[in-house]
């Protein structure tokens, strides 16, 4: 029984610890979800109330934590959020000042936001705007952004500030940048929507520029149809050369054909008087070997009916003179034996 009883006090412990875990466990999570703060993309949470040491050596009195969590220590810490969403300012401004004393009307819009970085000025915002209303800022800002058109534009004749608006905004938009830094603010962009005057000026502008134009567009056209008639007299004058060239080109070569046709003539010509005199000169080399052979003919014929018989009788009345000699030889030598 005793020791029933020990092991029954041994688990009511065990029960009170574990609900004492779960308590605590309950109140770390209540506490959590009590001060635990998330920053979304488009804002900055700003932890106020503890110091801390910054990079850069310095000491302030609050912590910022963008995109992310944070856990607020109670009573120590309060959490402030800026918005870091755009805020579009409309301007205008009437009767503004140019350069040339002329008043005129003016039409702008803005874009700004709030710092996001030390770079872009967030200690100046924090210090300006920490627990103001967008509407609060977007005031100040206009404030600032009237300034710098108005000192901008009094550098600028209505002309320039209208014609060149693109340059005019940028330079409206580079001497605003520094001075909405030094507030907290960034400004994304700038735009000229309108500009106008009451004495009629900038229309009585537009007048003479139009004039202008339509008389520059009379000029151009009338040199462009200068331009283009002499175009086509060139045209025609190259394609009258190119005529003339193709015609003498023509007779050219019909003149080297012909030269050429008579340089065959004549060598067809050559070729058979040359075929003419080989087959004369053939004939009379022919002609004469006939005459050479019928001489020859002739020649051993007179041989054979003169010469021979000439000789043969000669050769006879040789020998029978040597016989009558030799008689006559014999018959002396004969009476001179007898004497």
Not at 216 to 221: M, R
Request: with cysteine.
């Amino acid at each position: 029984m005793p020791l029933f009883q020990e092991e029954q006090g041994g688990l009511i412990m065990l029960g009170v610890w574990i609900g004492i875990a779960v308590i605590a466990a309950l109140i770390v999570l209540a506490f959590i979800k009590a001060n635990l703060r998330i920053c979304h993309p488009n804002e900055i949470l700003v932890f106020s109330g503890r110091k801390r040491k910054r990079k850069d050596g310095t000491v302030v009195g609050y912590r910022v934590i963008k995109g992310g969590r944070g856990l607020k220590i109670p009573i120590i810490e309060s959490v402030t959020r800026l918005p870091l969403t755009t805020i579009p300012i409309d301007l205008e401004l009437l009767g503004a000042l140019t350069s040339g004393i002329i008043p005129i009307n003016l039409q702008a819009m803005a874009n700004v936001k709030i710092a996001g970085s030390e770079e872009e000025g967030l200690s100046n915002a924090l210090e300006r705007f920490l627990g103001r209303n967008i509407t609060d800022i977007s005031q100040i800002a206009r404030e600032n952004l009237e300034g710098s058109l108005r000192g901008v534009l009094a550098t600028l004749t209505p002309e320039e500030a209208n014609n060149n608006r693109l340059e005019f905004a940028e330079k409206v938009a580079q001497q605003a940048r520094s001075d909405l830094k030094n507030l907290g603010l960034v400004l994304d962009t700038f735009k000229i929507k309108h500009i106008s005057d009451n004495e009629g000026y900038l229309e009585a502008i537009g007048r003479k520029k139009n004039a202008e134009v339509r008389r520059d567009a009379k000029i151009v056209e009338a040199n462009a149809e200068a331009e283009a008639m002499l175009v086509a007299a060139e045209a025609k004058k190259k394609g009258r050369v190119a005529e003339h060239e193709a015609d003498v080109t023509i007779v050219e070569a019909e003149n080297k054909l012909r030269v050429r046709r008579a340089d065959l003539a004549a060598e067809a010509h050559r070729f058979e008087a040359r075929a003419n005199v080989a087959g004369e000169i053939a004939r009379i080399e022919e002609e004469q070997k006939l005459e050479e052979q019928r001489v020859e003919m002739n020649k051993h014929k007179y041989e054979a009916d003169v010469v021979v018989p000439a000789r043969a009788e000669k050769d006879a009345m040789e020998l029978k003179a040597m016989g009558k000699a030799a008689n006559i030889i014999e018959d002396g030598k004969a009476m001179a034996e007898a004497v």
